[in-house]
Protein backbone atom coordinates (compact mmCIF):
# COMPACT_ATOMS: atom_id res chain seq x y z
CA UNK A 1 0.00 0.00 0.00
CA UNK A 2 2.80 2.29 0.50
CA UNK A 3 4.00 1.84 -2.31
CA UNK A 4 0.63 3.05 -3.93
CA UNK A 5 1.49 6.11 -2.18
CA UNK A 6 4.54 6.74 -2.94
CA UNK A 7 3.53 6.68 -6.78
CA UNK A 8 0.75 8.67 -6.32
CA UNK A 9 2.95 11.33 -4.96
CA UNK A 10 5.63 11.10 -7.48
CA UNK A 11 3.01 10.99 -9.98
CA UNK A 12 1.00 14.01 -8.76
CA UNK A 13 4.67 15.84 -8.40
CA UNK A 14 5.26 15.61 -12.00
CA UNK A 15 1.91 16.04 -13.27
CA UNK A 16 2.22 19.67 -11.74
CA UNK A 17 5.19 20.08 -12.47
CA UNK A 18 4.65 19.75 -16.76
CA UNK A 19 3.10 22.52 -18.19
CA UNK A 20 0.46 20.44 -19.49
CA UNK A 21 -1.40 20.37 -16.84
CA UNK A 22 -1.28 24.10 -15.90
CA UNK A 23 -2.43 24.81 -19.50
CA UNK A 24 -5.18 22.19 -18.91
CA UNK A 25 -6.32 23.93 -15.81
CA UNK A 26 -5.98 27.37 -17.35
CA UNK A 27 -7.69 26.94 -20.44
CA UNK A 28 -10.67 24.65 -18.93
CA UNK A 29 -11.37 27.76 -16.63
CA UNK A 30 -11.34 30.07 -18.79
CA UNK A 31 -13.96 28.45 -21.04
CA UNK A 32 -16.06 27.64 -18.40
CA UNK A 33 -15.43 31.01 -16.98
CA UNK A 34 -17.02 32.22 -20.12
CA UNK A 35 -19.91 29.57 -20.07
CA UNK A 36 -20.69 30.66 -16.28
CA UNK A 37 -20.73 34.29 -16.92
CA UNK A 38 -23.00 34.41 -20.16
CA UNK A 39 -25.33 31.52 -18.38
CA UNK A 40 -25.50 33.72 -15.21
CA UNK A 41 -26.51 36.67 -17.73
CA UNK A 42 -28.81 34.82 -19.23
CA UNK A 43 -30.51 33.59 -15.60
CA UNK A 44 -30.49 37.45 -14.55
CA UNK A 45 -32.12 38.73 -17.76
CA UNK A 46 -34.89 36.17 -17.66
CA UNK A 47 -35.75 35.75 -13.84
CA UNK A 48 -38.47 34.05 -14.61
CA UNK A 49 -36.91 30.89 -15.64
CA UNK A 50 -36.39 30.38 -11.97
CA UNK A 51 -39.81 28.69 -11.96
CA UNK A 52 -40.61 25.89 -8.88
CA UNK A 53 -39.26 23.55 -11.05
CA UNK A 54 -36.11 25.09 -12.05
CA UNK A 55 -33.97 26.56 -9.33
CA UNK A 56 -30.73 28.77 -9.71
CA UNK A 57 -28.46 26.00 -8.71
CA UNK A 58 -30.47 23.65 -11.26
CA UNK A 59 -29.90 26.19 -14.18
CA UNK A 60 -25.95 27.26 -13.28
CA UNK A 61 -24.71 24.32 -11.89
CA UNK A 62 -26.80 21.87 -14.41
CA UNK A 63 -26.23 23.87 -17.30
CA UNK A 64 -21.87 24.81 -16.23
CA UNK A 65 -21.49 21.10 -15.83
CA UNK A 66 -23.13 19.43 -18.72
CA UNK A 67 -21.33 21.56 -20.65
CA UNK A 68 -17.69 20.66 -18.37
CA UNK A 69 -18.43 17.12 -18.95
CA UNK A 70 -17.83 18.11 -22.73
CA UNK A 71 -14.61 20.06 -22.07
CA UNK A 72 -13.35 16.93 -19.55
CA UNK A 73 -13.85 14.43 -22.91
CA UNK A 74 -11.53 16.54 -24.54
CA UNK A 75 -8.39 17.67 -22.15
CA UNK A 76 -8.96 13.91 -20.10
CA UNK A 77 -7.17 11.87 -22.69
CA UNK A 78 -4.45 14.32 -22.81
CA UNK A 79 -3.69 14.09 -19.04
CA UNK A 80 -3.94 10.08 -19.33
CA UNK A 81 -1.90 10.13 -22.32
CA UNK A 82 1.75 10.27 -21.13
CA UNK A 83 1.32 7.97 -17.70
CA UNK A 84 2.35 5.15 -19.83
CA UNK A 85 3.73 5.51 -22.84
CA UNK A 86 6.11 8.40 -22.07
CA UNK A 87 7.58 6.36 -19.35
CA UNK A 88 7.48 3.46 -21.56
CA UNK A 89 9.85 5.71 -24.34
CA UNK A 90 12.00 7.15 -21.85
CA UNK A 91 12.77 4.25 -20.30
CA UNK A 92 12.27 5.42 -16.95
CA UNK A 93 9.37 2.20 -17.02
CA UNK A 94 12.21 -0.53 -15.99
CA UNK A 95 12.45 1.68 -12.66
CA UNK A 96 8.72 0.95 -11.53
CA UNK A 97 9.50 -2.70 -13.00
CA UNK A 98 12.24 -3.33 -11.35
CA UNK A 99 11.36 -1.98 -7.89
CA UNK A 100 9.03 -4.11 -5.42
CA UNK A 101 5.75 -2.51 -6.30
CA UNK A 102 3.78 -4.64 -8.00
CA UNK A 103 1.85 -3.99 -10.92
CA UNK A 104 -1.17 -3.41 -9.32
CA UNK A 105 0.14 -0.82 -7.21
CA UNK A 106 1.85 0.71 -9.88
CA UNK A 107 -1.63 1.17 -11.63
CA UNK A 108 -3.69 2.26 -8.70
CA UNK A 109 -0.68 4.45 -7.88
CA UNK A 110 -0.21 6.15 -11.34
CA UNK A 111 -4.33 6.30 -11.03
CA UNK A 112 -4.26 8.06 -7.47
CA UNK A 113 -1.67 10.36 -8.73
CA UNK A 114 -4.32 11.22 -11.73
CA UNK A 115 -7.31 11.54 -9.48
CA UNK A 116 -5.24 14.43 -7.28
CA UNK A 117 -5.08 16.15 -10.75
CA UNK A 118 -8.69 15.40 -11.19
CA UNK A 119 -9.51 16.63 -7.39
CA UNK A 120 -7.70 20.07 -8.33
CA UNK A 121 -10.10 20.32 -11.59
CA UNK A 122 -12.76 19.59 -9.73
CA UNK A 123 -12.42 22.35 -7.30
CA UNK A 124 -11.91 24.71 -9.70
CA UNK A 125 -15.57 23.72 -10.96
CA UNK A 126 -17.11 24.18 -7.75
CA UNK A 127 -15.75 27.41 -7.10
CA UNK A 128 -18.14 28.59 -9.74
CA UNK A 129 -21.06 28.06 -9.07
CA UNK A 130 -20.44 28.52 -5.09
CA UNK A 131 -19.58 31.53 -5.82
CA UNK A 132 -23.26 32.50 -6.19
CA UNK A 133 -24.24 31.44 -1.96
CA UNK A 134 -23.67 34.80 -1.12
CA UNK A 135 -26.43 36.06 -3.16
CA UNK A 136 -28.86 32.86 -3.52
CA UNK A 137 -29.93 30.28 -1.82
CA UNK A 138 -28.42 27.46 -3.75
CA UNK A 139 -29.45 23.87 -3.79
CA UNK A 140 -26.59 22.75 -2.37
CA UNK A 141 -27.47 18.72 -3.17
CA UNK A 142 -27.56 19.64 -6.56
CA UNK A 143 -24.47 21.07 -6.79
CA UNK A 144 -23.23 17.98 -4.96
CA UNK A 145 -24.76 15.85 -7.23
CA UNK A 146 -23.22 17.60 -9.99
CA UNK A 147 -20.13 17.62 -8.43
CA UNK A 148 -19.69 14.21 -7.84
CA UNK A 149 -21.07 12.97 -11.12
CA UNK A 150 -18.14 15.24 -12.79
CA UNK A 151 -15.65 13.29 -10.73
CA UNK A 152 -16.96 9.86 -11.22
CA UNK A 153 -17.20 10.62 -15.33
CA UNK A 154 -13.58 11.70 -14.65
CA UNK A 155 -12.47 8.91 -13.24
CA UNK A 156 -14.04 6.74 -15.55
CA UNK A 157 -12.47 8.67 -18.41
CA UNK A 158 -9.00 8.57 -16.75
CA UNK A 159 -9.11 5.05 -15.85
CA UNK A 160 -9.87 4.38 -19.87
CA UNK A 161 -7.19 6.98 -20.76
CA UNK A 162 -4.98 4.64 -18.35
CA UNK A 163 -5.40 1.60 -20.33
CA UNK A 164 -4.72 3.47 -23.79
CA UNK A 165 -1.72 4.89 -22.34
CA UNK A 166 -0.38 1.47 -21.53
CA UNK A 167 -0.86 -0.10 -25.13
CA UNK A 168 1.63 2.55 -27.00
CA UNK A 169 4.58 3.81 -26.78
CA UNK A 170 3.97 7.46 -28.45
CA UNK A 171 1.64 9.88 -25.98
CA UNK A 172 0.17 11.47 -28.96
CA UNK A 173 -1.26 7.71 -30.46
CA UNK A 174 -2.46 7.25 -26.90
CA UNK A 175 -4.36 10.70 -26.55
CA UNK A 176 -5.90 10.16 -29.99
CA UNK A 177 -6.98 6.68 -29.38
CA UNK A 178 -8.09 7.48 -25.50
CA UNK A 179 -10.38 9.71 -27.61
CA UNK A 180 -11.71 7.78 -29.60
CA UNK A 181 -12.60 5.24 -27.06
CA UNK A 182 -14.78 8.00 -24.88
CA UNK A 183 -15.89 9.21 -27.78
CA UNK A 184 -17.70 5.47 -28.97
CA UNK A 185 -18.53 4.67 -25.01
CA UNK A 186 -20.50 8.07 -25.15
CA UNK A 187 -21.85 7.37 -28.60
CA UNK A 188 -23.14 4.20 -27.82
CA UNK A 189 -26.18 6.13 -26.60
CA UNK A 190 -27.31 6.43 -30.20
CA UNK A 191 -27.89 2.80 -30.83
CA UNK A 192 -30.20 3.18 -28.20
CA UNK A 193 -32.20 5.02 -30.23
CA UNK A 194 -32.48 3.02 -33.40
CA UNK A 195 -35.40 0.52 -33.55
CA UNK A 196 -32.66 -3.20 -32.47
CA UNK A 197 -33.12 -5.79 -30.09
CA UNK A 198 -31.31 -4.99 -26.95
CA UNK A 199 -31.18 -1.41 -27.74
CA UNK A 200 -31.68 -0.11 -23.84
CA UNK A 201 -28.74 -2.47 -22.96
CA UNK A 202 -26.59 0.30 -25.91
CA UNK A 203 -28.27 2.82 -23.63
CA UNK A 204 -27.33 1.64 -20.00
CA UNK A 205 -23.76 1.20 -21.46
CA UNK A 206 -23.00 4.50 -22.60
CA UNK A 207 -21.19 6.67 -20.15
CA UNK A 208 -23.57 10.03 -20.72
CA UNK A 209 -27.47 8.46 -19.54
CA UNK A 210 -25.79 7.89 -16.20
CA UNK A 211 -24.35 11.14 -15.77
CA UNK A 212 -27.38 13.15 -16.78
CA UNK A 213 -29.45 11.92 -13.81
CA UNK A 214 -26.42 13.35 -11.24
CA UNK A 215 -26.52 16.19 -13.04
CA UNK A 216 -30.09 17.19 -12.32
CA UNK A 217 -29.78 16.11 -9.02
CA UNK A 218 -30.68 12.74 -9.28
CA UNK A 219 -28.58 10.15 -7.20
CA UNK A 220 -29.64 6.34 -7.84
CA UNK A 221 -26.73 3.64 -6.62
CA UNK A 222 -26.77 2.28 -9.44
CA UNK A 223 -25.50 4.91 -11.76
CA UNK A 224 -22.53 5.53 -8.95
CA UNK A 225 -22.02 1.63 -9.34
CA UNK A 226 -21.36 1.90 -13.46
CA UNK A 227 -19.20 4.13 -13.42
CA UNK A 228 -17.05 2.52 -10.35
CA UNK A 229 -17.22 -0.53 -12.81
CA UNK A 230 -15.80 1.20 -15.75
CA UNK A 231 -13.53 2.66 -13.74
CA UNK A 232 -12.24 -0.99 -12.12
CA UNK A 233 -12.89 -2.86 -15.36
CA UNK A 234 -10.12 -0.38 -16.72
CA UNK A 235 -7.95 -0.26 -14.03
CA UNK A 236 -7.98 -4.46 -14.04
CA UNK A 237 -7.28 -4.49 -18.03
CA UNK A 238 -4.45 -1.92 -17.98
CA UNK A 239 -2.91 -4.33 -15.07
CA UNK A 240 -3.33 -7.47 -17.27
CA UNK A 241 -2.12 -5.56 -20.11
CA UNK A 242 1.32 -4.57 -18.39
CA UNK A 243 1.36 -8.04 -17.07
CA UNK A 244 1.40 -9.46 -20.73
CA UNK A 245 3.87 -7.27 -21.77
CA UNK A 246 6.53 -8.46 -19.49
CA UNK A 247 5.98 -11.94 -20.52
CA UNK B 1 29.52 -16.15 4.97
CA UNK B 2 31.83 -15.16 1.85
CA UNK B 3 30.20 -17.54 -0.72
CA UNK B 4 26.59 -17.21 -0.09
CA UNK B 5 24.59 -17.67 -3.45
CA UNK B 6 22.70 -14.24 -4.26
CA UNK B 7 21.79 -14.79 -7.62
CA UNK B 8 20.72 -18.24 -8.79
CA UNK B 9 19.32 -18.69 -12.35
CA UNK B 10 18.96 -22.20 -13.44
CA UNK B 11 18.01 -23.17 -17.22
CA UNK B 12 16.73 -19.18 -18.19
CA UNK B 13 15.15 -19.11 -21.47
CA UNK B 14 13.39 -16.26 -23.25
CA UNK B 15 12.18 -16.03 -26.57
CA UNK B 16 10.38 -13.01 -28.68
CA UNK B 17 8.18 -14.92 -31.23
CA UNK B 18 10.27 -17.26 -33.26
CA UNK B 19 13.49 -15.84 -31.71
CA UNK B 20 15.26 -17.37 -29.45
CA UNK B 21 16.96 -14.68 -27.44
CA UNK B 22 18.53 -16.43 -24.58
CA UNK B 23 18.38 -20.27 -24.52
CA UNK B 24 18.91 -22.84 -20.96
CA UNK B 25 21.23 -19.80 -19.15
CA UNK B 26 22.61 -20.91 -15.86
CA UNK B 27 24.20 -17.94 -13.77
CA UNK B 28 25.32 -18.26 -10.41
CA UNK B 29 26.71 -14.89 -8.63
CA UNK B 30 28.30 -15.18 -4.87
CA UNK B 31 28.78 -12.84 -2.60
CA UNK B 32 31.17 -9.85 -3.04
CA UNK B 33 31.81 -11.11 -6.35
CA UNK B 34 31.70 -9.00 -10.21
CA UNK B 35 30.44 -10.69 -12.67
CA UNK B 36 30.97 -9.43 -16.12
CA UNK B 37 28.85 -10.20 -18.83
CA UNK B 38 30.21 -10.29 -22.32
CA UNK B 39 29.20 -11.02 -25.26
CA UNK B 40 28.42 -9.47 -28.91
CA UNK B 41 25.82 -6.99 -29.70
CA UNK B 42 22.52 -9.36 -29.85
CA UNK B 43 23.87 -12.07 -27.71
CA UNK B 44 20.84 -11.63 -25.11
CA UNK B 45 22.93 -9.93 -22.11
CA UNK B 46 20.17 -7.10 -21.77
CA UNK B 47 17.40 -9.84 -21.91
CA UNK B 48 19.37 -11.70 -19.39
CA UNK B 49 19.85 -8.81 -17.19
CA UNK B 50 16.06 -7.87 -17.47
CA UNK B 51 15.14 -11.70 -16.96
CA UNK B 52 17.15 -11.17 -13.40
CA UNK B 53 15.83 -7.80 -12.42
CA UNK B 54 12.42 -8.93 -12.98
CA UNK B 55 11.46 -6.76 -15.85
CA UNK B 56 10.92 -9.44 -18.09
CA UNK B 57 9.28 -12.90 -17.31
CA UNK B 58 11.39 -16.15 -18.44
CA UNK B 59 9.80 -18.31 -20.90
CA UNK B 60 11.41 -20.99 -19.08
CA UNK B 61 13.55 -21.44 -15.96
CA UNK B 62 14.14 -19.80 -12.72
CA UNK B 63 15.44 -17.06 -11.19
CA UNK B 64 16.21 -17.10 -7.36
CA UNK B 65 17.26 -13.80 -5.85
CA UNK B 66 19.12 -14.33 -2.12
CA UNK B 67 16.55 -17.71 -1.61
CA UNK B 68 13.97 -15.78 -2.73
CA UNK B 69 12.51 -16.79 -6.56
CA UNK B 70 11.65 -14.03 -8.40
CA UNK B 71 8.20 -15.64 -9.64
CA UNK B 72 6.75 -16.54 -6.47
CA UNK B 73 7.92 -13.53 -4.46
CA UNK B 74 8.63 -10.72 -6.45
CA UNK B 75 8.47 -8.07 -4.10
CA UNK B 76 10.27 -9.56 -1.79
CA UNK B 77 13.46 -10.80 -4.19
CA UNK B 78 13.50 -7.64 -5.77
CA UNK B 79 13.97 -5.78 -2.05
CA UNK B 80 17.62 -7.35 -2.88
CA UNK B 81 18.12 -5.64 -5.94
CA UNK B 82 19.40 -2.67 -7.95
CA UNK B 83 18.98 -2.32 -11.35
CA UNK B 84 20.30 -0.01 -13.59
CA UNK B 85 19.19 -0.60 -17.12
CA UNK B 86 20.97 0.39 -20.53
CA UNK B 87 19.25 3.78 -20.60
CA UNK B 88 19.33 5.20 -16.68
CA UNK B 89 15.53 5.12 -15.77
CA UNK B 90 15.30 9.10 -14.80
CA UNK B 91 12.64 11.41 -15.32
CA UNK B 92 14.34 14.74 -16.51
CA UNK B 93 12.06 17.16 -14.77
CA UNK B 94 12.87 15.57 -11.39
CA UNK B 95 15.75 17.27 -9.50
CA UNK B 96 18.50 15.09 -8.33
CA UNK B 97 17.23 14.75 -5.17
CA UNK B 98 13.47 14.42 -5.86
CA UNK B 99 14.07 11.62 -7.79
CA UNK B 100 16.35 10.19 -5.39
CA UNK B 101 13.72 10.47 -2.63
CA UNK B 102 11.12 8.95 -4.76
CA UNK B 103 13.66 5.55 -5.43
CA UNK B 104 13.75 5.40 -1.80
CA UNK B 105 10.07 5.19 -1.54
CA UNK B 106 9.69 2.94 -4.18
CA UNK B 107 12.32 0.75 -2.63
CA UNK B 108 10.32 0.50 0.58
CA UNK B 109 12.78 2.61 2.12
CA UNK B 110 10.38 4.26 5.59
CA UNK B 111 9.99 8.12 5.36
CA UNK B 112 12.43 8.46 8.24
CA UNK B 113 14.87 7.16 6.53
CA UNK B 114 14.63 8.36 3.13
CA UNK B 115 16.80 11.52 3.80
CA UNK B 116 19.76 9.61 5.25
CA UNK B 117 19.64 6.90 1.79
CA UNK B 118 19.42 9.91 -0.84
CA UNK B 119 22.47 11.53 1.26
CA UNK B 120 24.38 8.53 1.15
CA UNK B 121 23.59 7.41 -2.37
CA UNK B 122 25.10 10.66 -3.35
CA UNK B 123 27.86 10.38 -1.66
CA UNK B 124 28.79 7.08 -2.71
CA UNK B 125 28.28 8.40 -6.57
CA UNK B 126 29.76 12.01 -6.66
CA UNK B 127 26.46 13.83 -6.97
CA UNK B 128 26.92 15.60 -3.78
CA UNK B 129 27.13 18.74 -5.66
CA UNK B 130 24.11 18.20 -7.92
CA UNK B 131 21.43 17.63 -5.64
CA UNK B 132 19.25 20.36 -6.45
CA UNK B 133 19.70 20.61 -10.03
CA UNK B 134 17.26 19.36 -12.58
CA UNK B 135 18.31 15.79 -13.67
CA UNK B 136 17.45 16.38 -17.70
CA UNK B 137 20.06 19.35 -17.43
CA UNK B 138 22.65 17.32 -16.54
CA UNK B 139 25.03 15.86 -18.47
CA UNK B 140 24.82 11.83 -20.11
CA UNK B 141 27.51 11.26 -17.19
CA UNK B 142 25.65 12.64 -14.60
CA UNK B 143 22.49 11.39 -15.60
CA UNK B 144 24.21 7.74 -15.65
CA UNK B 145 25.62 8.25 -12.29
CA UNK B 146 22.45 9.44 -10.80
CA UNK B 147 21.10 6.04 -12.49
CA UNK B 148 23.84 3.94 -10.55
CA UNK B 149 22.85 6.04 -7.29
CA UNK B 150 18.76 4.65 -7.92
CA UNK B 151 20.56 1.55 -8.36
CA UNK B 152 22.23 1.05 -4.38
CA UNK B 153 19.80 3.64 -2.86
CA UNK B 154 18.22 0.22 -0.64
CA UNK B 155 21.68 -0.78 -0.39
CA UNK B 156 20.57 -4.10 -1.99
CA UNK B 157 23.01 -7.09 -2.29
CA UNK B 158 22.91 -7.37 -5.57
CA UNK B 159 23.32 -4.40 -8.37
CA UNK B 160 22.90 -4.97 -12.24
CA UNK B 161 24.43 -2.52 -14.32
CA UNK B 162 23.32 -2.89 -18.67
CA UNK B 163 26.49 -0.85 -19.70
CA UNK B 164 26.82 1.31 -17.54
CA UNK B 165 29.92 3.19 -19.14
CA UNK B 166 28.01 3.54 -22.94
CA UNK B 167 27.95 6.88 -23.92
CA UNK B 168 30.19 8.14 -21.74
CA UNK B 169 33.73 10.24 -22.33
CA UNK B 170 37.03 8.71 -20.84
CA UNK B 171 37.26 10.51 -17.93
CA UNK B 172 33.65 9.61 -17.08
CA UNK B 173 34.18 6.11 -18.23
CA UNK B 174 36.66 6.15 -15.76
CA UNK B 175 34.94 7.32 -12.82
CA UNK B 176 32.12 5.18 -13.34
CA UNK B 177 34.66 2.28 -13.02
CA UNK B 178 35.53 3.24 -10.24
CA UNK B 179 33.07 3.64 -8.79
CA UNK B 180 31.63 0.04 -9.80
CA UNK B 181 35.08 -1.35 -8.13
CA UNK B 182 33.80 0.67 -4.85
CA UNK B 183 30.78 -0.43 -4.90
CA UNK B 184 31.87 -4.16 -6.15
CA UNK B 185 33.62 -4.02 -2.45
CA UNK B 186 30.23 -3.96 -0.19
CA UNK B 187 27.55 -5.46 -2.99
CA UNK B 188 27.71 -8.09 -5.83
CA UNK B 189 27.50 -7.03 -9.36
CA UNK B 190 26.87 -8.03 -12.79
CA UNK B 191 27.63 -5.88 -15.16
CA UNK B 192 27.02 -5.97 -18.89
CA UNK B 193 29.86 -4.40 -21.51
CA UNK B 194 30.86 -5.59 -25.22
CA UNK B 195 33.89 -3.56 -24.14
CA UNK B 196 36.65 -5.69 -23.30
CA UNK B 197 38.89 -3.66 -21.11
CA UNK B 198 36.33 -2.91 -19.03
CA UNK B 199 35.41 -6.07 -17.93
CA UNK B 200 39.57 -7.08 -17.25
CA UNK B 201 39.77 -3.79 -15.23
CA UNK B 202 37.01 -4.47 -13.03
CA UNK B 203 35.10 -7.83 -13.01
CA UNK B 204 36.79 -10.97 -11.28
CA UNK B 205 34.68 -13.27 -13.15
CA UNK B 206 33.91 -13.23 -16.47
CA UNK B 207 31.18 -14.99 -18.56
CA UNK B 208 30.81 -14.73 -22.13
CA UNK B 209 27.27 -15.00 -23.65
CA UNK B 210 26.90 -15.89 -27.29
CA UNK B 211 23.24 -16.94 -29.14
CA UNK B 212 21.67 -16.56 -25.62
CA UNK B 213 24.24 -19.33 -24.19
CA UNK B 214 26.93 -19.35 -21.78
CA UNK B 215 30.00 -20.25 -23.80
CA UNK B 216 32.61 -19.10 -21.15
CA UNK B 217 32.67 -18.97 -17.23
CA UNK B 218 35.70 -18.33 -15.45
CA UNK B 219 37.42 -15.83 -12.97
CA UNK B 220 39.74 -12.93 -14.61
CA UNK B 221 42.64 -14.75 -12.89
CA UNK B 222 42.47 -18.29 -14.44
CA UNK B 223 41.66 -16.81 -18.24
CA UNK B 224 45.09 -18.97 -19.40
CA UNK B 225 45.26 -20.84 -22.80
CA UNK B 226 45.68 -24.28 -22.29
CA UNK B 227 49.56 -24.04 -23.73
CA UNK B 228 53.15 -24.07 -22.58
CA UNK B 229 55.89 -22.93 -25.01
CA UNK B 230 59.34 -24.28 -23.73
CA UNK B 231 62.98 -23.63 -25.35
CA UNK B 232 65.37 -26.15 -24.93
CA UNK B 233 69.58 -25.77 -25.87
CA UNK B 234 69.89 -29.14 -26.11
CA UNK B 235 66.77 -30.81 -26.25
CA UNK B 236 65.38 -33.96 -25.75
CA UNK B 237 63.09 -36.11 -28.11
CA UNK B 238 59.24 -35.04 -28.52
CA UNK B 239 58.00 -38.20 -26.90
CA UNK B 240 60.27 -37.34 -23.65
CA UNK B 241 57.80 -34.34 -23.44
CA UNK B 242 54.61 -36.15 -23.94
CA UNK B 243 55.01 -38.55 -21.14
CA UNK B 244 54.16 -35.50 -18.87
CA UNK B 245 50.81 -35.79 -17.08
CA UNK B 246 48.30 -33.76 -18.61
CA UNK B 247 50.25 -33.07 -21.46
CA UNK B 248 48.33 -34.01 -24.62
CA UNK B 249 50.45 -33.24 -27.70
CA UNK B 250 54.09 -31.80 -28.66
CA UNK B 251 54.60 -30.20 -31.35
CA UNK B 252 57.87 -29.51 -32.49
CA UNK B 253 58.70 -25.82 -33.53
CA UNK B 254 62.30 -26.01 -34.43
CA UNK B 255 65.53 -24.56 -32.84
CA UNK B 256 64.38 -26.88 -29.95
CA UNK B 257 61.37 -24.93 -29.21
CA UNK B 258 58.39 -27.21 -28.26
CA UNK B 259 54.79 -26.04 -28.00
CA UNK B 260 52.61 -28.54 -25.39
CA UNK B 261 49.13 -28.71 -24.85
CA UNK B 262 47.99 -29.65 -21.55
CA UNK B 263 44.75 -30.58 -19.95
CA UNK B 264 43.04 -27.46 -18.52
CA UNK B 265 43.74 -28.11 -15.25
CA UNK B 266 47.37 -29.39 -15.57
CA UNK B 267 50.12 -27.54 -15.37
CA UNK B 268 53.08 -28.96 -15.38
CA UNK B 269 55.88 -26.15 -15.66
CA UNK B 270 57.09 -26.89 -11.98
CA UNK B 271 58.12 -30.58 -13.13
CA UNK B 272 59.13 -29.48 -16.38
CA UNK B 273 61.95 -26.79 -15.04
CA UNK B 274 63.27 -29.86 -12.58
CA UNK B 275 63.35 -32.54 -15.35
CA UNK B 276 65.71 -29.88 -17.67
CA UNK B 277 67.90 -28.91 -15.16
CA UNK B 278 68.26 -32.77 -13.91
CA UNK B 279 68.84 -33.88 -17.36
CA UNK B 280 71.06 -30.52 -18.45
CA UNK B 281 68.24 -29.66 -21.11
CA UNK B 282 69.58 -25.99 -20.91
CA UNK B 283 66.30 -24.54 -20.22
CA UNK B 284 66.21 -21.17 -22.00
CA UNK B 285 62.48 -20.31 -22.05
CA UNK B 286 59.46 -21.71 -20.36
CA UNK B 287 55.90 -20.07 -19.92
CA UNK B 288 52.45 -20.41 -19.96
CA UNK B 289 50.76 -19.05 -23.36
CA UNK B 290 48.29 -16.71 -21.95
CA UNK B 291 45.38 -15.88 -23.92
CA UNK B 292 44.18 -12.81 -23.47
CA UNK B 293 40.42 -12.55 -23.02
CA UNK B 294 40.05 -11.17 -26.57
CA UNK B 295 41.50 -14.13 -28.21
CA UNK B 296 38.95 -15.78 -25.93
CA UNK B 297 35.76 -13.75 -26.57
CA UNK B 298 36.54 -13.63 -30.50
CA UNK B 299 37.33 -17.34 -30.83
CA UNK B 300 33.85 -18.35 -28.73
CA UNK B 301 32.19 -15.62 -30.88
CA UNK B 302 33.65 -15.72 -33.87
CA UNK B 303 30.11 -16.06 -36.33
CA UNK B 304 30.10 -19.63 -38.20
CA UNK B 305 26.60 -18.91 -39.59
CA UNK B 306 24.64 -15.79 -39.85
CA UNK B 307 23.65 -13.69 -37.27
CA UNK B 308 19.78 -13.40 -36.30
CA UNK B 309 19.24 -10.04 -37.10
CA UNK B 310 15.70 -10.02 -35.64
CA UNK B 311 17.91 -11.00 -32.23
CA UNK B 312 19.60 -7.87 -32.31
CA UNK B 313 16.96 -5.75 -30.90
CA UNK B 314 17.25 -8.69 -27.64
Same mark, same amino acid.
Request: net charge negative; proline share 3%.
Given at each position: MSHVLVIARGELRRIFLSPLAWAVLAVVQLILGFVFINLLIDYARNAELGDQFTGVADYMGGGLYGFAIIILLLVMPLMTMRLFSEERKSGSFTLLLSSPASLTEIVLGKFLGLTGFMLAL? $??? !???????????????? =?????????????? !???????? $???????????? $???FGL?????????? !??????? !????????????????? =???????? $?????????????????????ERS | MEDQILIEARGLSRRYGPTVAVAGLDLTLRKGEILGMLGPNGAGKTTTMKMLAGCLAPTAGSVKINGVDLREEPSRAKQHLGYLPEQPPVYPELTVDEYLTYCAGLHSIVPRQRAVAVASAKKDCGLAEVGRRLIGNLSKGYQQRVGLAQAIIHRPPVVILDEPTVGLDPIQIREIRGLITELGKSHSVILSSHILPEIQAVCGRVMIIHRGRAVYNESIGQVRGAAITIELRRPPKADDLRSFKGVQKVAELGGGRFRLHCDDAADPREQLAELAARNNWGLLELRAESKTLEEIFVELTAGDEPRDVTAEAA
Open positions: L $VLL !AIMPLSLLPGTDLDLG =RIAAGLLGLFLMMQ !AFGAAGLF $VSSLTREPTIAA $VAGLLLVWLIQIV !AYQDIPF !AEVFGYLSLIGHFDNLR =RGLFDTAD $VIYYVLFTSLFLWLTVQRLDL | -
